[in-house]
């Protein structure tokens, strides 16, 4: 009786470590995949370069939209398009500068670890969207509403959005891999922009 007794306290002795040893290698991998998690999950961006014909400098204070087919503002019910901004316009804004303090510098500031807010987008207009923001289905107006501090009133222009223009910014090497051979993704879309 006493065998049969620890044979049995053996057998339920090996089934629990079986399962201490799997709930142990579970939570591992589970931590890993917390670990992993890229600060722009589920969010893209669309990024302008606007300027003139034969310069690089982009084109400050223009009134950048997304608009449907007809011409009219798209809106973004409920965070349907944007995680920001619900019940808003899709309106770009752009890029600026932070300095030692991680605030904004105003124009003409310098300091001595000056960068870009969003590193990737440099002197350019941009706009988050949601990871399923249907851009084949928009286009993007572009208004110099003021026309004094450019020099010069810019014409008005309107372009269409693509879903290839999205900069994906948490993407695997399987996923880069996969577009070496076509456009090249995150990259500005290059909008010029004449005088009336």
């Known amino acids: ?19 201490v040893l799997l709930f142990f290698v579970l939570t591992c991998f589970t931590v890993k995949a917390q670990v992993m998690h890229c ?8 990024v302008l ?13 223009l009134r950048i939209t997304v608009i449907d087919s007809l011409g009219r503002e798209v ?13 808003k316009p899709l309106v770009f804004s752009s890029n600026y500068r932070i300095g030692d303090d991680n605030k ?62 999205m900069y994906i910014l948490c993407s695997n090497e399987t996923q880069q891999a996969a577009v070496k051979f076509g456009r090249k993704m995150n990259k500005p879309i290059d909008v010029v922009l004449e005088k009336e």
């Open 39 to 46: 600060g722009y999950d589920f969010t893209s961006y669309i």
């Open 104 to 165: 904004h510098l105003p124009e003409g500031t310098i300091a001595k670890k000056e960068r870009w807010f969003f590193p990737f987008a440099k002197d350019n207009y941009l706009l988050s969207v949601a990871n399923t923001f249907p851009a084949d289905n928009f286009r993007i107006k572009i208004e110099d509403i003021d026309g004094k501090e450019n020099g010069g009133k810019f014409k008005t222009a309107t372009i269409p959005l693509y879903s290839y223009n």
């Open 75 to 87: 809106l973004n019910i409920n965070n349907l398009y944007s995680f920001t901004n619900a019940n």
């Open 1 to 19: 009786m006493e065998q049969i007794l620890k044979v049995q306290i053996n057998t339920i002795t090996f089934v629990l470590m079986r399962y």
């Open 49 to 61: 370069d606007v300027h003139e014909a034969g310069k690089k400098e982009n084109i400050k204070n």
